[in-house]
């Protein structure tokens, strides 16, 4: 089971960390063997939340980059790897809440697995109330 968080925990780092290198205009899609717009779900065409500019410009790398390294850090307390097991959940939580507000303001058809992902995270530790413990047992 612990496999399949950390799974969860590295494809929403992606999904996230993509933001930083949305697709640009006239750019063909990512191949279908690398997951195409599946996995890479931001171009720069899309119809924001935020009107395109300086804010938006700030916020997407902000949300980006600080929901990846929270998914990040609580794969690493999965791993046991320099960061307290206690924190799991709240990592989880805290990478949830910063990257469904990058979802929103970049929504699209394609913002579905992401949100998915999301959403599975957060039953995991509330529905499931699941720990490093009761992961690593």
């Known amino acids: 089971m612990w496999i399949l968080v950390l799974f969860l925990l590295f494809l929403a780092a992606h999904l996230n960390l993509t933001a930083i290198v949305p697709l ?3 750019d063909a899609p990512p191949p279908w063997w690398v997951g195409g717009r599946l996995l890479w779900p931001f171009a720069v065409e ?3 939340l935020v009107p395109p500019g300086d804010a938006l410009n700030a916020l997407t790398p902000i949300l980006g980059i600080g929901s990846a390294l929270l998914f990040l850090l609580a794969a690493a307390a999965l ?3 320099r960061v307290p097991a206690t924190w799991f959940g709240a990592l989880i939580v805290a990478g949830v809440v910063l990257s469904i507000v990058l ?3 970049w929504f699209t058809g394609w ?3 992401p949100l998915l992902v ?3 995270l957060l039953w995991l530790v509330f529905g499931q109330q699941v720990t ?3 992961l690593r047992a």
Do not use: K, P
Request: no cysteine; hydrophobic share 50%; glycine share 10%.
């Open 46 to 48: 899309t119809n924001t």
């Open 24 to 26: 640009q205009i006239g």
């Open 103 to 105: 979802q929103a303001i």
């Open 79 to 81: 791993l046991q790897w």
């Open 111 to 113: 913002s579905v697995l």
């Open 132 to 134: 490093v413990g009761s």
């Open 118 to 120: 999301n959403v599975a």
